[in-house]
Structure formats: structure tokens, C-alpha cells
């Protein structure tokens, strides 16, 4: 994956990322033009530990541009930027009814992300008595929703 600072950012403050997989992050940083002592450190790991990655990371970071966003807002730009892959790529919206769960709960069900959040439960009750395509079509509306979710000023 190209480095995409937004989503790295957002996946940091979830920590989604592995201690394996830093790096990689590294790596895509440097080729992305950035440069720094701490993305050097973390690019030169061999399979770091956490304990390895949490003395380089918070500089790494620094040398990125990357910050610590709030649990809830980094996990609602990742479904955002999820909602808008499903949307674009064309897939089949059932598939990917409990995409959005994961998210939804490590970062503490809140309220914004509750439409698409529990939407596996939602089709699976609906399942009972609607048609898959009526099904279809309430999920693509709820992505669509979430796809084009603006936070709170």
C-alpha cells in the first residue's frame, strides 16, 4: 500500500498496526520522499518487538507529520475511507455487511459510526422478511451515508 497519511494516522491512534509491520510504514515513508533519524531507526528494525517500536515510533511519527487523533474520529476515517473503496470498487455490498464492526467497537461504539457499525445485525434481521436486492440497496444507502459523513466543527 502507497503511504497514505490520513489512513497511517488513523490506523496508528487504533493501533491497528503491528510491531512486524513498522518497518514496512517506514519503508513506504522513505519512498514516499519523507526522511528522518526515527523513520531510518524504524525502517532498519528486523523484526521489532513492541518494546523496540515504542522507543522510535513517537519520533517516526514526529518526522511523518503524523498525530494522535481521538479513538472515535480516527475509526470514523477508516470507515469513511472503507465506505468509499466499497462504493467505488463495485462489490457486492452483502460481502461486506460486518466490515465496519471491528472498527466500531475498538473504538468504543460511538454514536457516528452506529449506522454502519451493527449493519451485520441489521441484515441479518432484515433477512428474515426482505429480499437480498432491498437489502442491497439500504446498505449501499447507509455507505453511501457514511461515505460522506462530515465531523462536528
Known amino acids: 500500500m502507497a503511504f497514505d497519511r490520513d489512513i497511517l494516522e488513523a490506523q496508528l491512534s487504533l493501533d ?27 525502517a532498519a528494525l528486523d523484526s521489532p518487538t513492541y518494546f523496540e517500536v515504542r522507543d522510535v515510533l513517537p519520533r517516526a511519527m514526529e518526522e511523518m507529520g503524523l498525530g494522535k487523533l481521538a479513538r472515535c474520529a480516527a475509526a470514523v476515517r477508516l470507515a469513511k475511507h472503507q465506505a468509499k473503496e466499497i462504493l467505488e470498487s463495485g462489490a457486492d455490498p452483502l460481502k461486506h455487511a460486518r466490515d465496519f464492526e471491528h472498527l466500531w467497537v475498538i473504538a468504543g461504539y460511538p454514536s457516528e459510526l452506529c449506522s ?9 434481521i432484515a433477512s428474515g422478511h426482505q ?11 447507509r455507505l453511501k451515508g457514511m461515505a460522506r459523513y462530515e465531523e462536528p466543527r
Open 131 to 141: 429480499s437480498d436486492d432491498t437489502i442491497r440497496k439500504w446498505i449501499v444507502e
Open 116 to 124: 454502519v457499525g451493527n449493519l451485520y445485525d441489521d441484515v441479518y
Open 16 to 42: 491497528l498496526i503491528g510491531s512486524s509491520d513498522m518497518p514496512k510504514v517506514a519503508w513506504d515513508a522513505l519512498e514516499a520522499g519523507l526522511d528522518g533519524p526515527g523513520i531510518r531507526r524504524l
